[in-house]
């Protein structure tokens, strides 16, 4: 397993909320054209998670894939809540708001960034089961990279608001992905644990 330490994820997290990053955070010219265009990052969003639903359904709790798939279910659940949370704490406004980035605490929803929490969320446990034998694997990377310049383009999210969305998202992949039993899958009947693919 590749060696994510937590302490590190939690570190970048909370540097991204530090005036040590702030000078990175700037408005970019807008721009919702071609693959950054608002229906390819929705596209992006939901299929991840569409995917990830169909592989732990289909897969069940019992194979490599499957233990995966329920890791990343739980991963994205509790990045989600997390960063729903912290938009309500820090109520930062959005590019698309001010083109200050110091607006905490005015009923903003921009810190951190939710969408690129989740697709993290979602990768992080197949890289980290995956990584070491697949090395291609880590593509899949590339898709909250994609997404965090995606939402800084369209002026949804500040530079650190995307960081700590990946940190975030690194981070409860890292987590669900040290639970040996997924806490999802635990109360889930027992039939999805078994998974569709044995019923064929």
């Avoid at 069940?60 to 960063?83: E, F, H, M, N, Y």
Wanted: aromatic letters at 8%.
């Amino acid at each position: 397993m590749p060696s994510v330490r937590l302490p590190a994820v939690v570190l970048v997290f909370f540097l991204s909320c530090s005036r040590a990053l702030a000078g990175i955070d700037h408005v970019v010219p807008y721009d919702d054209s071609g693959i950054w265009n608002r229906s390819n990052q929705n596209a992006l969003r939901y299929g991840a998670l569409l995917v990830d639903l169909g592989i732990a359904a289909w897969e069940g709790g019992d194979t490599r894939l499957g233990k995966a798939s329920w890791q990343s279910i739980d991963s994205v659940t509790a990045a989600t809540v997390i960063a729903e949370a912290g938009k309500r704490i820090f109520g930062r406004l959005r590019p698309a708001e001010t083109s200050d980035p110091g607006q905490w605490r005015m009923g903003g929803k921009s810190f951190p960034s939710g969408e690129v929490a989740e697709i993290s969320s979602i990768v992080t446990p197949y890289v980290l089961e995956y990584g070491d034998d697949h090395p291609a694997v880590y593509a899949l990377e590339l898709l909250p990279l994609y997404d965090g310049i995606a939402r800084i383009k369209v002026q949804a999210h500040w530079q650190t608001d995307v960081l700590a969305g990946f940190a975030l998202g690194l981070g409860t992949g890292y987590l669900a992905h040290r639970r040996e039993s997924p806490v999802i899958l635990g109360v889930m009947p027992h039939g999805i644990t078994v998974g569709l693919s044995k019923r064929f």
